[in-house]
């Protein structure tokens, strides 16, 4: 079945190093992948998207990748602040279907 | 410009019990999605509504129903609730079809099934 998974449940840095959250997917057929950082008592909010026909796309401090061959998604945001402590979950979703998270990966920076 | 207001906040209810959740979402937007989060399961598809459309619904049983009304306001429904059911449940709303992948989310309902 589908499935989009973390490589860890855990990651944590120090402030201003630079974060990479990882994600592997099974579901070839998807058009878009997401992330979406949760911090506590809040719900999801969007991060950046990259579509399946790019293999890099930039946001402000934040990085997609996404490799096809190894089918894996990673997240990286540089200079790494105490505000990004968050949950961080990656989702996958065909152009007309529904998204399918992984489990998240609970991202720490220590000052 | 608000967000997307899910109520109630908090809800505890008794095995057997029915509930229904609402969802507001941000003015303009016509599509809601509904989905349950638990520490075990992690973030679960549970239906998407555009224009008072389902156009997606996850595996979940029959107690699990939703509906979205002209307004594009929506709600979602369980009955005969369960321990398992306990969980943060959540909307998102987008502007556009289920082509769009920005969503927006609220806070949640935290439901307590006791």
């Known amino acids: 079945g589908e499935s989009v998974g973390l490589h860890l449940p855990t990651l944590s840095v120090q402030e201003g190093d630079n974060s990479i959250i990882n994600c592997a997917y099974s579901n070839s057929a998807s058009d878009y992948f997401i992330w979406y950082k949760q911090e506590s008592g809040k719900g999801p909010q969007f991060i950046i998207d990259?579509?399946?026909?790019?293999d890099k796309r930039q946001g402000q401090r934040v990085t997609v990748l996404l490799n096809k061959t190894v089918k894996h998604l990673s997240l990286q945001i540089a200079a790494t602040q105490p505000g990004d402590s968050a949950v961080y979950f990656c989702?996958?979703?065909?152009?007309?279907?529904?998204?399918?998270f992984g489990d998240g990966t609970t991202l720490t920076v220590k000052p | 410009k608000a967000g997307v207001t899910q109520t109630p906040r908090y809800l505890i209810k008794t095995r057997g019990q029915q509930v229904t959740l609402s969802c507001s979402p941000i003015?303009?937007?016509?599509?809601v999605s509904w989905y349950q989060q638990t520490p075990g399961q992690g973030l679960q598809f549970l239906f998407e509504y555009f224009s008072e459309t389902q156009r997606n619904k996850g595996n979940f049983p029959g107690r699990f129903s939703g509906r979205q009304f002209s307004n594009s306001r929506s709600e979602m429904n369980v009955s005969t609730l369960e321990l398992g059911d306990s969980a943060l449940y959540l909307c998102a709303s987008s502007p556009y079809d289920t082509m769009n992948t920005e969503a927006f989310f609220g806070q949640g309902t935290r439901l307590t099934v006791v």
């Open positions: 989702a996958e979703k065909p152009n007309a279907g529904k998204s399918t």
């Open positions: 003015s303009g937007h016509r599509s």
């Open positions: 990259i579509r399946s026909n790019m």
